[in-house]
Nanobody, 128 residues
Framework: ERLVESGGGLVQDGGSLKLSCAVSRNIFIRNSMGWCRQAPGKGRELVASISTSDTTYYGDSVKGRFTISRDTGANILYLQMDNLKPEDTAIYYC???????????????????????WGQGTQVTVSS
């Protein structure tokens, strides 16, 4: 069950991008999902997550600017990113979590080593 991301690119400070992640229907039923990112020289960061009951979490650095959502009919996970800043520059990964609950920290994510739980990553670059 692959996770296929799209939508990254280059955008100016203050611009917007929308990331998409195509998933199988079974994943949305069984798993919470989320987006993590990794900037050059830094560790991975949990950006946003959504539970199987549609509750959501956002990291402090993106709260009020990013929106996570999912289309259960089309089987797509989204991350709408508005008012982008240069510090948002990173590789963004779609992630499947081994739980139905809402993830709010990297504690579980850091132990996830199965490559099938991660998308291939999409580069987001915000120029100043």
């Amino acid at each position: 069950e692959r996770l296929v991301e799209s939508g990254g690119g280059l955008v100016q400070d203050g611009g917007s991008l929308k990331l998409s992640c195509a998933v199988s229907r079974n994943i949305f039923i069984r798993n919470s999902m989320g987006w993590c990112r990794q900037a050059p020289g830094k560790g991975r960061e949990l950006v946003a997550s959504i539970s199987t009951s549609d509750t959501t979490y956002y990291g402090d650095s993106v709260k009020g600017r990013f929106t996570i959502s999912r289309d259960t009919g089309a089987n797509i996970l989204y991350l709408q990113m508005d008012n982008l800043k240069p510090e948002d520059t990173a590789i963004y990964y779609c992630v499947r979590f081994p739980t139905t609950g809402l993830l709010t920290s990297m504690t579980l994510v850091e132990s996830m080593t199965n490559s099938n739980d991660w998308g291939q990553g999409t580069q987001v670059t915000v120029s100043s």
